[in-house]
C-alpha cells in the first residue's frame, strides 16, 4: 500500500546553516507518527514543509500519492498548531462558530454552511466530548478544552490526515493523559492517520504506533516497541547529552 | 427634526447616507478590530483627504471640472493608498504596522500641498474634515447606497473566509483558501467604506465609526454574529442620534456621532464590570 506521506531527502536552511539535513520519511495510512527531538531540531519546518506553508528547498514531498506543488485537496489534511501562537484569547467567537470554521475550505468560496455542515459540527464536538459548550465563548475555556475544540476543527472536515504541532502546549498535566487517549481514540475509531509533533517523548510513547528521532538528520525512525527497547546510550547519541528522559507510568 | 427631514431634500440625504454608513462602518469594523488593524482606517482616511483636496484643487484650476465630485477622488485615492499599505507591509515584513505611519503622514503631506496650492481653507473642505449635515447630495446618496450594497454583498459572501483570516491566520493560510485575494479585497472594502463615511462624519473621525462600537460590543458579545449585531446597533444609534443631536443644536455632526458612540462605550464597560461584580 502506498504510504500518505512520503518525504525524500529533504534538505532546507533559513540562511546560511542547514535545519534539516538529508530527511526521508514514509508514513502508512493509520499510523499514528510522533516526531520527537530537542528545540531547534527542525520539527516546526519539517511540519511548514509538510503543510506546503515552506517552500520545498531539496527533496521531495509526495502526499496521498501526489506531489506536494501540486496538491490541492488540502481539506483531507487537519491541521492543529500550539495554540498559544496562533490565537487571541479574546475572541469574541462561540465554540460552534470556531469548529464551523474548520469547514471554510470544505464548503467553498462564496457558499453558506448547509445543514449538513452543522450536523457535522455537532458531531465533531462530541467526538471530542465539548457538546454542550457550544455556545460558550471560546475564550472562556481552559486550555485544554480550548484544545480539544481546535481537534474538532480539523475534525469536522473528516480529514484522513491531521497534523498537530505540540498540541499539549498550554494544557495543564492532569489533563495531557487524557488528551492522549482522546488522539487514540480519533486514531484507532475513526482511522485517522496522526504525525504528532512534541518534545513529550515519555507520555506519548505508550500511544504512537510509530517513533521518528529529528535532530537536523533522523536519527531514528521505527515502531514504538523498537523505540521502547532503545537503551539509554542510545537516546542520548541521538538527542544529545543533557536530556532527561522520564518513563511516565500511567 | 421628523417636519424637516419630510420638507428638506438635503436632511433627508443626510439622514439615508448616515443610516447606510451607521451599518457598513461598524460591519467592516468588526473585522478591522479583531485583526488588530485599528489603526489602518485612519491612515487611509488620511489619504482620502488628499483625493479630496486634489480634487477640489482640479474643481479650482480648470472650469470643465468644476462639477467633478469629490467623493469619486477621496475613493480612489483611499483605495490606492491601501494598495500601497499592503505592499509596504510586504517589504516590512517584520515591522508591518510601519506601513501605517508612512501613508498616514504621506497622505497628509500630499493634502497640505494641495491645499497650498488652491490658495488656502474653502468651507467644502471644513466640511469633509469634521463632517456635515448639508453637504451631502442626491448623487452622494446614490454613490454611498451603491457602496453600501457592494460591501455587504462582499462581506456576506466571504464571510466564513474573512472569519477564518481573523481567528487564526495561521489556520487559514493551512488550509488552503486563497487568504491573499480575501485579504486584499477586504482591504479596499475598508477604504471604500471611509470614503462613504467621510461627508456625515468627516476624515479626521471617520475611523472611530469603525472602531468605538465595536470596541463596546466587544465587552460582552457572544459569538462573532452577535458581535457584528450589537457593533450595527450601537453604530446606528450614534449615527442616528448625532444627526439630530446636530441638526437641532447646529454642531458639527461628526462630533456628536463620535461623542454619543464614546458614551456608549463607557456604558458598556460599566455594563460589563457591574455584571462580572
New interface residues.
Partial sequence: MNPIVKMEDISYKYTKDLVLEHVSLEIPKGAFLAIVGPNGSGKSTLLKLL???FKLQKGKIEIFGEDIRRF?A??KVG?V?QKA????S?????V???V??????K?G??K??SKDDKKRVKKALESVDMLGYQ?R?IGELSGGQQQRVFIA?SLVSEPELMILDEPTVGVDSKNVHQFYEMLEMLNKKLGITLILVTHDVGTVTDKVTHVACLNKKLHFHGDAGEYNELDEGELSSIYGHGVQFLNHDH | MISGILQFEFLQNAFLTGIIIGAIAPLVGVFVVVRRMSMISDALSHVALAGIAFSLLLQKSFLSLAGLNPLYMGMAFSVGGSLFIEKLRGVYKHYQELAIPIIMSGGMGLSVIFISIADGFNTDLYGYLFGSVSAVSRTDLYVILAVGIVVVLTLTLLYKELFLLSFDEEHAKASGIPYKAIHFIFIVMVALVIAASMKIIGILLVSSLMTLPVAASLRFAKGFKQMIGFSILFGEVSVVGGLFLSYNLDLAPGGTIVIIAVLILILSILFDKWKNR
Avoid: C, D, M
Fill in positions: 503543510l506546503g506553508l490541492k488540502w481539506q491541521f498548531s501562537n496562533s490565537f487571541n479574546g475572541f469574541p467567537a462561540t460552534f462558530e470556531v464551523q470554521s474548520g469547514l471554510t475550505k464548503i468560496l462564496f453558506f454552511a455556545n465563548n476543527r
